[in-house]
Each structure stands twice: as C-alpha cells, then as structure tokens.
C-alpha cells in the first residue's frame, strides 16, 4: 500500500489563491521530504528539500516566497504556492524516505494535479 | 553540470518480448540509481534501488543493472505485459539532496 499520502489530488482555482498541499508519511518518521515539479511530458524537477524543525533548502530559480514550505512535524511536509497564476499549473509531487535517503528508495505521493484558471 | 538521459524516448513491442530501457548519467560520483514507474497522471512507484556499490539489482521479471565507470544503467523486462505499460524514469542522487531523473522511456506492450 502507500507509503506517502499527498493531499489534494486535484486543485482548481482562480488567479490569486494560494494552494496548500499536503504531503504525509503513513507509517514512518521522515525528517527529510522532497517536492518536485513536472510539466507535462516532461521529467521531475527537484524544486526543495523539507527539513523537518528547519528551513527548507531551495533548488536555484526556485521563488522561496513563491513556494512556502513548511515541515512542522515529522510526518507532514506541507507546499503552499502562494498567489498562485497560470503559469503555476503544473504537477506537484513530493518524497520521502523511510530512512537515510542515501541508502533507502524514495517514495512517492501520487501528486497534485493543479490547475490555475 | 549532471545530465540524466534515457533511451529510447518510447518503445512499443508485443507481449511476452524481453526489453531493454537504458539510462546513462554524465557524473559517475553517484550515491545510488533508482527506476521508477510512472502511470499517467499519478506519481511515482519505486522499483529497484541500486546502492553505488552494487552491480545490479533483480525484483521479479525485472532486473537493474549498474556500471558506474562509464556512466549507464539498464532495466531489463522479462516477457513483458500489456500491464508493464508505463513511463519508466530513472534517478540518480548525487548527494543528500541532490536528485536528477531522465525524461523517461514510454513503454507501450500491445497485447
């Protein structure tokens, strides 16, 4: 079953709102998540790395006040694209592992389809 | 600069042919490879891990292959299934947080 919960799966909303998005281990501690984006036919990009207790560490060109991140436990990553616009709209997914992220297989949220109208 | 790239960008083949996907990554310092499984629209299976130390990896009909020196990585399919269908991704992680996939490969088994 799944290992990661990300919450919601699809979001539409006007020009301005600001999207949060959940991002959940199941049965496991991770102190360390990650947050991709993906356009359409295209590969992930890593966008940030969530410390849990700590600043997350932006990717280069990566808005930081754009994309709040926020890992206030050691369960829950949370991702807020603040006043969001069109060309926002993308595929969000997040990571963890269940232990050192070196030697243990990242596993994925199944993604937040978001749609900026 | 660390690249990621797969080849072929698709593939289509009939049911029951062994495939190969392959991957080649530019930086051979890496911590550990990994191929995913992407279904449309939903996020991604992880399918076999491979620690820099080891030379391959083996799950059920699939098998992974590493050799770092020249920078390549091969998922080997056996007798595939019209349920293989999917994008396969690898990833290679450089560092702690440090991760770079390939554009996928399309795979289409036609039953």
């Known amino acids: 079953g799944a290992v990661v919960s990300q919450h919601p799966s699809w979001v539409i909303c006007k020009s301005g709102t600001s999207v949060k998005i959940e991002c959940r281990s199941l049965d496991f501690q991770a102190t360390t998540m990650f947050w991709y984006r993906q356009f359409p036919k295209q590969s992930l990009m890593l966008m940030a790395t969530?410390?849990?207790?700590?600043?997350?560490?932006?990717e280069q060109g990566v808005e930081k006040d754009k994309f709040l991140i926020n890992h206030a436990s050691l369960t829950l990553s949370t991702l807020t694209v603040t006043s969001a616009h069109p060309e926002d709209s993308s595929f969000y997914i997040c990571?963890?592992?269940?232990?050192?992220?070196?030697?243990?297989?990242?596993?994925f949220g199944d993604g937040t389809r978001l749609s900026i109208l | 600069k660390q690249e990621v790239t797969q080849i072929p960008a698709a593939l289509s083949v009939p049911e029951g042919e062994n495939l190969v996907l392959n991957c080649s990554f530019t930086d051979s310092a890496i911590y550990n490879l990994q191929w995913f499984r992407q279904d449309p629209g939903k996020g991604l299976t992880s399918l076999l891990l491979?620690?820099?130390?080891?030379r391959e990896q083996t799950s059920g009909r699939l098998n992974a292959s590493l050799d770092k020196s020249s920078g390549r990585s091969t998922l080997y399919i056996a007798a595939s299934q019209p349920g293989d269908s999917a994008t396969y991704l690898c990833?290679?992680?450089?560092?702690?947080?440090?991760?770079?996939f390939g554009s996928g490969t399309k795979l289409n088994v036609k039953p």
């Open positions: 491979i620690q820099s130390s080891q």
């Open positions: 990833a290679v992680q450089y560092n702690f947080n440090k991760f770079y």
């Open positions: 990571s963890a592992s269940r232990g050192e992220v070196r030697n243990q297989p990242q596993h």
């Open positions: 969530s410390n849990e207790g700590s600043k997350a560490t932006y």
